[in-house]
Nanobody, 116 residues
Framework: QVQLVESGGGLVQAGGSLRLSCATSGSIFSSIAMGWYRQAPGKQLELVAR???????NYADSVKGRFTVSRDTVKNIVNLQMNSLKPEDTAVYYC??????????WGQGTQVTVSS
């Protein structure tokens, strides 16, 4: 069983920055990719950013150029640096990990609120 623990959410004004972190108890050798998803009130869960074991990244169009996902393979942490935040970035952000064995794990979620 892999556990994901998120941190770093909070309230920030538009134009500000936040950094989310997700610590995984899993091994990078068992992981295909880690990523961040978000769900705003009344909306579906959407992919924000994802990083593969090899370091390849992909982003939602809405966050390209503003968000950066990175992975510390020694500490087993994935980070999401969010700059130039907008009110529409307000959501609960979830960390996700896809494993080689086909299993998927999720964190508990962390609230990000961007005020205008």
């Amino acid at each position: 069983q892999v556990q994901l623990v998120e941190s770093g959410g909070g309230l920030v004004q538009a134009g500000g920055s936040l950094r989310l972190s997700c610590a995984t108890s899993g091994s990078i050798f068992s992981s295909i990719a880690m990523g961040w998803y978000r769900q705003a009130p009344g909306k579906q869960l959407e992919l924000v950013a994802r990083i593969s074991r090899g370091g390849s990244t992909n982003y939602a169009d809405s966050v390209k150029g503003r968000f950066t996902v990175s992975r510390d393979t020694v500490k087993n942490i994935v980070n999401l640096q969010m700059n130039s935040l907008k009110p529409e970035d307000t959501a609960v952000y979830y960390c996700n990990e896809d494993m080689i064995n086909g299993r998927h794990y999720w964190g508990q979620g962390t609230q990000v609120t961007v005020s205008s």
